[in-house]
């Protein structure tokens, strides 16, 4: 256990249905990473939080994602209208930055594993 | 193109010792790490390269060529609870992580 949850565990829905997952990172953690990540592939990165702040996401999410860290400590991650092609693996990972990054560890939570029928 | 290359298999005997390859292109280098995933679970840190050389952990090792674009991951005294798929990743210059595929390690008896 790395300290890192996630909710729900396990999560199965209807092709255009919506979708909310939610992280709780390492208490002290101002960094928090949400991932996608399909069977032999490595994680996907999709978008990240420094505190309360989203700092990046990526150029291939579709506008149907949405996350949001309110007050900087747990984060959640929404899926509009889902997609059979969204069934996957969602992790969280936390990590603590400082000035210079230094090694910028990321935990991870344990994951949702998302299927969409 | 960012791309990191990783053998997608490797075979070994329980008690061995394995050497599982990674080699980088990226915009940039912040460094390097290795995580290990169990089947259905999430990835677990194992170890961080930033400079040349020789990093040791028990019996995991890792190294980092920076000049080479090259890492690898020793396993020694190998277990049957080792049998995981190893993930390489690199902190590119925007200090994002890029990942390989993983290296799916199978250990027999």
């Known amino acids: 256990d790395t300290g890192v949850s996630q909710d729900p565990r396990h999560k199965i829905t209807k092709r255009g249905q919506n979708v909310t997952f939610r992280c709780d990172p390492i208490?002290?953690?101002?960094?928090l990473y949400w991932y996608r990540q399909t069977l032999g592939q490595g994680p996907e990165f999709l978008t990240y939080?420094?505190?309360?702040?989203?700092?990046?996401k990526s150029r291939l999410l579709s506008d149907r994602f949405s996350a949001e860290r309110p007050k900087g400590s747990f984060s959640t991650l929404e899926i509009q209208r889902t997609e059979q092609g969204d069934s996957a693996m969602y992790l969280c990972?936390?990590?603590?930055?400082?000035?210079?990054?230094?090694?910028?560890?990321?935990?991870f939570g344990p994951g949702t594993r998302l299927t969409v029928l | 193109g960012q791309n990191i290359d990783q053998p997608t298999e490797m075979t070994a005997t329980e008690g061995a010792i394995v050497q599982i390859n990674c080699t980088y292109q990226t915009s940039g280098f912040n460094g390097l790490f290795w995580y290990q995933q169990h089947a259905g679970e999430a990835p677990t840190f194992l170890s961080y390269?930033?400079l040349d050389g020789l990093e040791e952990k028990g019996r995991f090792s890792s190294f980092l060529s920076r000049s080479k674009g090259y890492s690898y991951l020793l396993l020694k005294e190998l277990q049957m609870k080792d049998s995981a798929s190893y993930l390489c990743a690199v902190r590119d210059s925007n200090y994002q992580l890029i990942w390989g595929a993983g290296t799916k390690l199978i250990i027999k008896p």
């Open positions: 390269n930033v």
């Open positions: 208490s002290e953690h101002n960094r």
């Open positions: 990972a936390s990590s603590l930055t400082s000035s210079g990054h230094g090694t910028d560890t990321q935990y």
């Open positions: 939080f420094q505190n309360e702040a989203q700092l990046e």
